[in-house]
């Protein structure tokens, strides 16, 4: 087996924040979806994910056997910021390289001051309206400096299905409408999305609801 395993993930796909409701009680989880390329060796055992808070650092999180290419990370907290990589084994034990590291941060944190009312941070994606929505719906964000943003919609499996905005935009307050199409143009089906924003060390997921 070759000791060299060029970009094994190759996508971080989704922070996702999926609300139950249950018994009229609110609960929350936080979970991260990672997706990689998978290993083509004919003697390939399985993968192993590496995980931790500080860059750079390789601590074992769990094993992925083959042939899976996905994993999802329930076990985070919001607001950390979590660094993954990603290594091949074959059945004789050998392990490759590791794949180059990707991150991304848990959600958004509320913090109270000595007021104890809420600051929130600067960077925020707010929620959808209205939603559920038809045939369109406004997202609106915000921005405490002028910097790069990207704003995407995912379906259920991960998938990127829409870029609604790429490019560097001013500080302050701004809105995107998205009228329920994908990058080509074509109308998609009624069903649960997720729409993500990253700027600069900043990353949320929201999700919204498409009803026809």
Not at 63 to 76: A, G, K, R
Not at 157 to 167: A, F, S, Y
Request: charged share 15%; proline share 4%; hydrophobic share 35%.
């Amino acid at each position: 087996m070759k000791k060299s395993v060029q970009s094994q993930i190759t996508v971080l796909i989704l922070i996702v924040v999926i609300i139950f409701l249950s018994n009229l009680s609110l609960a929350q989880q936080l979970y991260f979806t990672l997706i990689w390329s998978p290993n083509t060796e004919s003697n390939l055992s399985h993968y192993v994910m590496y995980r931790d808070t500080i860059p750079g650092t390789m601590v074992k999180l769990d094993s992925c056997p083959h042939p899976d290419t996905s994993y999802f990370d329930l076990n985070i907290i919001a607001g950390k910021t979590y660094y993954y990589k990603l290594t091949a084994v074959d059945n004789a034990g050998n392990e490759s390289t590791p794949s180059e590291e990707v991150s991304a941060t848990a959600g958004m944190v509320t913090i109270l001051n000595d007021n104890g009312t809420n600051e929130i941070n600067d960077f925020e994606l707010k929620q959808n309206y209205p939603n559920p929505f038809n045939p369109t719906t406004t997202i609106e964000y915000n921005l405490p400096t002028s910097s790069g943003v990207k704003i995407s919609i995912y379906n259920v499996l991960g998938k990127e299905i829409r870029t609604l905005v790429d490019d560097n935009k001013s500080a302050g307050n701004h809105r995107v409408i998205w009228d329920g199409t994908d990058n080509s143009g074509r109308s998609v089906s009624s069903g649960i999305y997720f729409y993500q924003m990253i700027s600069k060390n900043f990353s949320q997921v929201k999700r919204l609801a498409l009803q026809k």
